[in-house]
């Protein structure tokens, strides 16, 4: 049974950071199942802390990551169409990975703002905007994901 934990706690780690730059994956809460997979490893030592404050922060990442784009696109004067726009752009660009999933979310909220307000200028700004908040959260994904992934295997490999 050992070897299934320590099987599924790595399995979700390397998922999670999949899904620190795949939109339909739950990156941050599949590399949290995977630390909490280690604790049902006896030879596996887990600090209570760590796996307290990894859950606190990947609450805070995944909330981040659903709030920090619609507030950017506010922040801006964009609308609802930018950010529906940004959302079908970031899974239409998973058709055309790797690149289409950096620039899919750019040229979704731009055609999304366009049809909104009908002005170029307006719809670069707010697709700007809104590609730099998917960057960012991504990072922050990315960062969380990697830092856990190496949690995992040091926790498994020690």
Partial sequence: MEIFFVSFALICGAVGLLGAVIPALPGPPVSFLGLLFLLLCSGVEVSATFIVVAGVIMAVITAIDYILPVWFTQLSGGSKESVRGALAGMLIGLLFLPWGIIIGPFIGA???????????????????????AFLVTTALKLIYSVVLLFYIVKAVVW
Avoid at 110 to 131: I, N, P, T
């Fill in 110 to 132: 731009f055609v999304g703002e366009y049809l909104a307000c009908k002005r170029s200028g307006q719809a670069f700004k707010v697709a700007s905007v809104s590609f730099i």
